[in-house]
């Protein structure tokens, strides 16, 4: 069974950091992309970033970008957020996320349809 289980959040100050964590298990995702989505209270769930196969290739929402760093270790099957300078609007849960497409050495695709497997989510609170 295809687990992905993400771990490190919970509440920050605004301008605190956190570093979330996502650990797969059950297969190996290796060679396929992997992302990391949010979701606000009555909102739909909104891309934050992704990363290619072997973390040469990341791509990251104008709203994180410059603030959130994705990252990868497919020796230990993971995948990271880390998260700085956190603002009250990043409040969210987040998701997890992995892909079985493949689309060239580059693939880090930012649609939630292009996403087989996801974690339950990890709620992450920014106080101000």
């Known amino acids: 069974q295809v687990r992905l289980v993400e771990s490190g959040g919970g509440l920050v100050q605004a301008g605190g950091s956190l570093r979330l964590s996502c650990a797969a298990s059950?297969?190996?995702?290796?060679?396929?992309?992997m992302g990391w989505f949010r979701q606000a209270p009555g909102k739909e769930r909104q891309f934050v970033a992704a990363i290619n196969w072997n973390g040469g290739s990341t791509v990251h929402a104008d709203s994180v970008k410059g603030r959130f760093t994705i990252s990868r270790d497919n020796a230990k099957n993971t995948v990271y957020l880390q998260m700085n300078s956190l603002k009250p609007e990043d409040t969210a849960v987040y998701y997890c996320?992995?892909?079985?497409?493949?689309?060239?050495?580059?693939?880090?695709?930012?649609?939630?349809?292009?996403?087989?497997?996801w974690g339950q989510g990890i709620q992450v609170t920014v106080s101000s």
């Open positions: 059950g297969r190996t995702f290796s060679s396929h992309a």
């Open positions: 996320a992995a892909s079985l497409h493949y689309s060239g050495p580059y693939y880090a695709p930012e649609r939630a349809d292009d996403y087989v497997y």
